[in-house]
């Protein structure tokens, strides 16, 4: 999936104007935790039964998208 329009998106009414999952208040920053912890998606959609595969991987694209523009990049030595 390279797209996340119409399955991410923001409101300043919900989770404080992060972006969330249509239809849901769970935010792509929470999936992004969950799956950076090592968290499998089979076990995100058992936790989270009401969302879907394809919205995790929305996350993801989404997640990839707003890396792209990151123009910031810090070097650790």
């Not at 935010?27 to 936790?47: F, I, P």
Request: with cysteine; hydrophobic share 40%.
């Amino acid at each position: 999936m390279n797209t996340w329009h119409g399955i991410i998106t923001s409101s300043p009414n919900i989770m404080m104007g992060k972006p969330t999952i249509k239809g849901t208040r769970i935010t792509v920053e929470l999936v992004m935790e969950k799956l950076s912890d090592g968290m499998k998606t089979d076990e995100l959609l058992q936790a989270y039964p009401h969302i879907t595969e394809l919205q995790v991987q929305a996350c993801l694209a989404y997640a990839l998208d707003h890396l792209k523009f990151d123009v910031e990049y810090s070097l650790v030595s």
